[in-house]
């Protein structure tokens, strides 16, 4: 029987909905059985609302107050710990996932797969590489644990509904007990677009490119984006240029994202920034040059000057679009 | 003081068209451009950074790879890598063993720092510095953005999901390279010259004591993806908006 520990990303009290992503991946091994662990310096918000997924067993609780910030070396030593017993151990192709999971399994001696997009079978996988230019299938081997990040663009939430049992770590386990290195500290963190709605789960996404021509400029996209009820995105050249935050990237080395919505403004559609956005529902491309690649992915273009559209199409949407 | 590690990855260049193979077995490599992954760029200048400002006492390169990956080294020697070191092997290593090896390179040199690219841009793992981390039980620093020496620590800005994040962490430690770290710099025709004189040296996975894994995760076939199709083309913004609501979007 496969049993799938599922590690819980939350941040400020609450679970991130990458969670409930990994869920659904594990939920494609057949008969698996499902647990979730939350490490917190105060679990019993996240774990409520981890215990309502619905197909998830147990929620574990490992509740220590050096598992208040999410740091790598202080987690993987508990969670690897824990994994005894577990034929998968899924984490959520985040920055929060990609740090922590591989150096799990190292402790664990073996290898990692990395961002599945999708189940084959308990130890089969896919998975994108080259820029998500080919897709590979790959085999874990078999008899010991699968350690892997999950795509989170390729999977839909967990349905809500569950009912979960909630248990703390016994305190005598070695993963309360272990001690915990403290060579590596958190400082402090900020958040620029914190009270935007979240790039990487936004059902909408205006996006912009290098055309915007300046920061002042981007604002444009961000009253069309207050008008959808949409996160912002940037091309790589747009963060390059200085016009985007570096967190609002999209693509290859930024975020991979599968918005029902993705709009594409002034973005000329590097190969490297499709990767991200190749499973959006619906692609919206906006630029001036008609031959620009963007379009050869889109469901629908426009051929035209941003300054003119974009404040046209904020219009309209606020007007009852 | 001591050295930087920097790991030089040789992968097909960032801006060719990868193409799957009709039979599936992998990608076309054939009269490829192959260069230093462009992380491992940044990896190297911020390492020769450090030592310019006189805190390192050199700089390190290692690949792991086939004979050609000599010439990525070069590069990296012309760009100021001090020595560089070829770890040959016939066939990919996965992440866990290219770990063990600098594993094993850190044990050897005792570097103050190892500073690797956040994913090589062909395989797209990003794991090699988190593995090497947990084998060598020290900290690590992930995506970095910004990295300041203060004497036996290091204070680093993190590119995360929400934001930036700063971290302390005690030397050694691993860091691995975002974008933004910095710009590598360009490599000057005096410094190719120079570049030929310097130390490359070769060894193997059984110089260095590491094994590669008896049950390593297997590649079974490579597929092209799925591709889009060209959609429709509208003429202005009231169009756009028709089409959004006939898709059921707005």
């Known amino acids: 029987m496969n049993r799938a520990l599922v590690i819980a990303e939350h941040f400020q009290g609450k679970l991130n909905p990458s969670t409930a992503k990994c869920v659904s991946c594990a939920q494609g091994i057949s008969d698996a059985a499902i647990d979730i662990v939350v490490l917190a310096a105060d679990a019993a918000p996240v774990a409520a609302e981890a215990a309502a997924l619905a197909g998830v067993q147990r929620v574990r609780t490992l509740q220590r107050p050096e598992n208040a910030e999410a740091l790598a070396a202080v987690w993987a030593p508990q969670i690897a710990a824990l994994a005894t017993g577990y034929t998968h151990l899924f984490g959520p192709s985040t920055t929060f996932g990609k740090d922590l999971m591989p150096r799990i399994a190292a402790l664990l001696g073996v290898g990692q797969i990395s961002d599945v997009m999708a189940v084959e079978s308990a130890l089969r996988l896919r998975r994108p590489v080259y820029a998500s230019n080919a897709i590979i299938t790959v085999e874990a081997p078999a008899g010991s644990i699968v350690v892997a990040t999950v795509r989170v663009a390729s999977f839909q939430p967990a349905a809500a509904g569950g009912n979960a049992t909630i248990e703390a770590v016994a305190s005598d386990a070695p993963a309360v007990t272990a001690k915990l290195p403290t060579t590596t500290r958190f400082v402090s963190r900020s958040a620029a677009n914190a009270d935007r709605p979240d790039l990487q789960t936004a059902n909408r996404v205006v996006s912009g490119g290098r055309a915007l021509a300046s920061a002042e400029n981007f604002k444009l996209l961000f009253q069309l984006a207050d008008a959808l009820g949409a996160a912002v995105g940037a091309s790589r050249a747009a963060v390059d240029a200085g016009y985007a935050a570096n967190e609002l990237q999209v693509g290859q080395t930024g975020k991979i994202i599968a918005p029902e919505l993705y709009m594409a403004l002034g973005i000329s559609g590097a190969i490297q920034h499709l990767t991200g956005i190749k499973d959006a529902r619906t692609i919206v491309a906006v630029n001036k040059d008609s031959e620009a690649p963007i379009f050869e992915v889109a469901d629908i273009g426009l051929v035209g000057d941003l300054f003119q559209v974009v404040p046209e199409l904020e219009r309209l949407i606020r007007a009852g679009g | ?250």
Do not use: C
């Open chain 2, 1 to 250: 003081m001591s050295p930087i590690l920097v790991g030089i990855k040789r992968v097909v260049d960032y801006s060719v068209r990868v193409r799957v193979k009709p039979d599936g077995s992998g990608i076309v490599t054939d009269g490829v451009k192959m260069s230093i992954n462009p992380f491992d760029e940044i990896a190297l200048e911020e390492a020769l950074r450090i030592r310019e400002r006189g805190l390192a006492t050199e700089v390190i390169a290692i690949s792991i790879g086939p004979p050609e990956a000599q010439q990525q080294l070069r590069t990296a020697l012309a760009m100021g890598a001090d020595r560089a070191l070829l770890v040959q092997v016939d066939a990919p290593v996965e992440p866990l063993t290219a770990a063990r090896v600098f594993l094993a390179l850190a044990q050897k040199h005792q570097p103050q720092l190892v500073i690797l690219g956040k994913q090589a841009i062909d395989d797209d793992n990003g794991q090699t510095g988190q593995m090497l981390a947990a084998l060598w039980d020290r900290p690590q620093a992930t995506f970095a953005s910004k990295l300041v020496l203060d004497g036996a620590l290091a204070r680093v800005t993190r590119e995360v999901d929400v934001g930036l994040e700063t971290i302390e962490v005690d030397l050694p430690a691993v860091i691995t390279t975002d974008l933004r770290l910095n710009e590598p710099r360009y490599i000057k025709l005096p410094d190719i010259m120079k570049a030929k004189k310097k130390p490359l040296d070769v060894t193997s996975l059984a110089d260095l004591g590491v094994a590669a894994p008896a049950h390593a995760i297997r590649t079974l076939k490579f597929e092209p993806p799925a591709q889009r199709s060209r959609g429709v083309m509208v003429k202005d913004a009231a169009e756009l908006v028709a089409a959004l609501k006939q898709r059921g979007v707005l």
